[in-house]
């Protein structure tokens, strides 16, 4: 356990190192980092480790197809009353397949990992993402002239 901790430790130790102008080095060091997060939280061991992750970023990849599938480029605002009821229909019809999505992939997961753990995905999930935009907004204020805190109305 201190292991994976001080790996982590050392991962985020790292990031100001980083160089952001190159995208799929960058999305390499995300993964790297939710890896270590979702072991850690979940005190993965290494088989359930090596059973989870491959079942995991499939069911990531078609989430994120099925979203893609829905996504919208047309600002609300410009939209006819027609066209907006058109995209809850369909906002509703994403949330659908997402749930059925879900649902499967539960199935598939309680082949691989304790219910218990599985109940922990999305809480995880949410933990990591909320901690890699507060890293993302420290690295926001560090780089401004002075390191001047922004003006909040």
Not at 58 to 68: P, S
Not at 75 to 91: G, N, P, R, V, W
Request: aromatic share 10%; net charge positive; charged share 35%.
């Amino acid at each position: 356990m201190r292991k994976i901790t001080l790996g982590f430790a050392l991962i985020v130790g790292f990031l100001p190192l980083i160089s952001w102008g190159q995208p799929r080095a960058m999305d390499d060091r995300i993964e790297a980092l939710r890896i270590a997060f979702f072991t850690e939280k979940l005190q993965l061991t290494p088989e359930e480790s090596q059973s989870f992750w491959p079942l995991y970023n499939e069911y990531q990849d078609k989430e994120k197809a099925i979203r893609k599938s829905y996504k919208n480029d047309k600002s609300l605002e410009l939209m006819s009353d027609a066209e907006a009821e058109k995209l809850i229909e369909t906002s509703f019809e994403m949330e659908e397949k997402t749930l059925q999505l879900k649902k499967e992939y539960y199935g598939k997961m309680r082949g691989v990992l304790p219910v218990r753990k599985i109940a922990l995905l999305s809480r995880i999930d949410r933990q990591f993402k909320e901690r890699l935009l507060e890293e993302w907004r420290n690295r926001q204020e560090q780089k401004r002239p002075g390191n001047v805190p922004p003006k909040r109305n």
